[in-house]
């Protein structure tokens, strides 16, 4: 079983920075893709980005791209997710998932159904 943490959420202005982190316990994250999804009120949870288990591929949605920087330290056990240039869109609940299956050129990383652990989430609010 992984248990998942996130933290870093908070207010911010439109146009600043926040990081994301997601602490995981229970086992290693190391052999996990993990993702980034959000929620925003009334919306669906919606794919944001995702990064292979030793962290040398990443993907992002298209609206994300350029601003969302996804990382990982499979030492600290530990996925984060830097967004900078922050939208009034963006305000959402983050929520970080991991997937056990093996990572491999082409697979699908975007789909909420593939990732087996999700932590509770943490509220991004962005004023305009």
């Known amino acids: 079983q992984v248990q998942l943490v996130e933290s870093g959420g908070g207010l911010v202005q439109a146009g600043g920075s926040l990081r994301l982190s997601c602490a995981a316990s229970g086992r290693t994250l190391s052999t996990y893709v993990m993702g980034w999804f959000r929620q925003a009120p009334g919306g669906e949870r919606e794919f944001g980005a995702a990064?292979?288990?030793?962290?040398?591929?990443?993907f992002y949605t298209d609206s994300v791209k350029g601003r969302f920087t996804i990382s990982r330290d499979n030492a600290k056990n530990t996925v984060y997710l830097q967004i900078n240039s922050l939208k009034p869109e963006d305000t959402a609940v983050y929520y970080c998932?991991?997937?056990?299956?093996?990572?491999?050129?082409?697979?699908?990383?975007?789909?909420?159904?593939?990732?087996?652990?999700w932590g509770q989430g943490t509220q991004v609010t962005v004023s305009s």
């Open positions: 998932a991991a997937d056990h299956r093996p990572f491999y050129s082409g697979r699908n990383v975007s789909s909420r159904s593939d990732y087996d652990y």
């Open positions: 990064i292979s288990a030793s962290g040398g591929r990443t």
